[in-house]
């Protein structure tokens, strides 16, 4: 062979033979090589994958991940078990794609969540409680900025970008994520009647996201919003993405209690009507209520697990304030420690804050706007002293006058 003549470093073809050949620093590769190379890669990930997934499993049982659940988020028991469940099935479905089960190879299929509940009840906090737990990609979409391929607004491909963007763009890794999107009751459809107009961020959404949850290949713009005809795509994988949805559906309890008002007939009617906690109507959700909210028959099927947040009462409220390891209460006494400063609370100061929020109807998110309208003037005025107290506390005295003089309107609005 003459001296001059190139060759593949790692199989020694000639370059006249291959089909290509890759010069590197003070090397090349022909394009053999490289396809037996991506291989040998792919391989090693999805290893790699079901090794981490198998390892997850003998830490993250069930109860395990309900336990951990507990520690920031109140009550919701139902809902939590729901999601722990799920979570360990993903875990188990990503080690055991294909299980034998006498003989027979089972394809485990996903189990996609629907989660109601109204505002303030902890969606979107028991989401981003279990992102803190997992070792997967995870990401929170909101559904309300998605239209219709073709007009204004995010594409329903670009809730994968964010995926992709939590996973550091490596798309086995995100392939094997878990994805919330957010207020999937703002694209129910508007109606039934028909249009002039085209319904593109409601029904034309439902029908985007079939494919995304059901599982097939997607091109994802990388950095979400719109695609292009010249923009470079990465092609996801959706099979083995748990989707998670929540959503307030406002007004859905007025559906549900027709529904069990029409079937409350006949001998038992009394005994029925009885045993129905009116208080809350979403324990009594079933797939037929989605539909008649706006939500497509073909969406629900995608979404197999239906579950609900109870409302929250003053009890429940109460606890939310001091119990969780989040607790606003204890969010403001580690501000205070780090001036130096002892803040504590008055027992009745905590009733006022709940008593207000349950006013605005915001549940626990309105529990913050209270608390900073409480907190505001002393968080301005005492890293300014000279001496500050080494110990401050917020009575009731002193919380009602804060409140009196504070716009909680427009606090609740922000």
């Known amino acids: 062979m003459a001296k001059n003549t190139i060759v593949c470093s790692f199989c020694g073809q000639d370059k006249r033979n291959a089909k290509m050949l890759i010069a590197g620093h003070s090397a090349h590769i022909c394009d053999v090589c490289v396809a037996e190379a991506y291989k040998i890669v792919t391989v090693e990930s999805n290893t790699t994958i079901k090794e981490e997934a198998k390892a997850a499993l003998s830490v993250l049982k069930p109860e395990a991940i309900k336990k951990y659940l507990d520690e920031y988020i109140i009550g919701q028991d139902q809902a939590k078990k729901i999601m722990s469940v ?33 505002t303030g009840t902890g969606k979107t906090l028991m989401a981003r409680t279990i992102a803190k737990l997992l070792n997967v990609p995870f990401c929170i979409a909101d559904a309300t900025v998605l239209t219709e391929a073709g007009y204004v607004g995010e594409d329903v491909e670009s809730v994968l970008s964010r995926l992709l963007q939590a996973a550091d763009f490596d798309v086995p890794s995100a392939e094997r994520g878990i994805v919330f999107i957010d207020e999937i009751d703002k694209i129910a459809r508007k109606g039934d ?26 091109n994802v713009p990388p950095q979400g919003g719109r695609k292009h005809p010249e923009q470079k795509m990465i092609q996801v994988n959706t099979k083995n993405i748990l989707f998670i949805c929540g959503g307030a559906f406002d007004g859905i309890e007025k559906i549900i209690a027709r529904r069990m008002n029409t079937q409350a007939i006949g001998f038992s009617a009394s005994v029925n009507a009885q045993e129905v906690d ?37 009890k429940t409220l109460r606890r939310i304030l001091v119990e969780p390891k989040n607790a606003l209460i ?29 006013e605005h109807k915001l549940g626990a998110r309105g529990l913050r706007g209270i608390c900073e309208a409480i907190m505001l003037d002393l968080m301005y005025e005492i890293p300014s002293q000279k001496n500050p107290p080494k110990t401050f506390t917020v009575t009731l005295e002193y919380a009602q006058q804060k409140l009196s003089k504070a716009n909680l309107g427009s606090l609740m609005a922000a």
């Open 278 to 314: 009116r208080a809350n109507l979403l324990q009594y959700i079933i797939p037929q209520d989605l539909k008649n909210f706006g939500l497509i028959p073909e969406l629900i099927g995608r979404l197999p697990i239906t579950t609900y947040m109870n409302s929250l009462n003053e």
């Open 86 to 118: 799920a979570v360990y099935n993903h875990f188990k479905r990503i080690s055991n794609p294909k299980h034998i089960l006498e003989k027979e190879e089972i394809e485990i299929e996903k189990s996609n969540i629907i989660l109601v509940g109204e």
């Open 330 to 358: 204890k969010q403001y006494q580690s501000l205070f420690k780090i001036d130096g400063i002892d803040l504590k609370f008055e027992d009745p100061v905590y009733d006022l804050i709940v008593k207000k929020a349950i």
């Open 193 to 218: 009647n028909a249009s002039i107009t085209r319904d593109v961020s409601g029904e034309g959404v439902q029908q985007g996201l079939l494919k995304l949850l059901e599982g097939s290949a997607v």
